[in-house]
């Protein structure tokens, strides 16, 4: 479901096509609500991408439309495959896009979780 003034959701994205199983994934997590795998171009070395079962097309969508027990599964799910990957006591981040001055490329909710080595500035210096 999109929120009003906001693209609605397309179903050929990527993200969704992974989900169908149309497109492999390296997937390092699946819970009901929500599937993580690597990035196919990774920033750091662990780069992992969580995304929600459900069909939202950015974070203003998810948060605004997602059930509550969406949201919760979907937290808890980013929180597990943290864990999972060992990255709890080193640290690591975490980005989602929205929009486009964001530079978000694929229309379906995804946080991305990045670790494995300091991860510098939260954002470059602007030029
Ligand atoms: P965005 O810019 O939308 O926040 O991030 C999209 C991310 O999806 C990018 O980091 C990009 O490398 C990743 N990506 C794009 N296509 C694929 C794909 O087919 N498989 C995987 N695993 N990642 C992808």
Known sequence: MAVSG???YDE???FARILRGEIPCKKVHEDA???AFHDINPQAPVHVLVIPKGKYCSFADFSAAASEAEIA???RAVGTVAKQ???EAP???LLANMGPESGQE???FHVHLFGG????RMLPKPA
Not at 117 to 120: E, F, K, N, V
């Open 33 to 35: 609500w929500a599937l």
């Open 6 to 8: 906001l693209p609605p």
């Open 12 to 14: 050929a994205n990527i």
């Open 85 to 87: 990957l060992g990255l």
């Open 117 to 120: 080595r300091p991860l510098g």
């Open 91 to 93: 640290g690591y981040r």
């Open 106 to 108: 694929v229309p379906h």
């Open 73 to 75: 599964g979907f937290v």
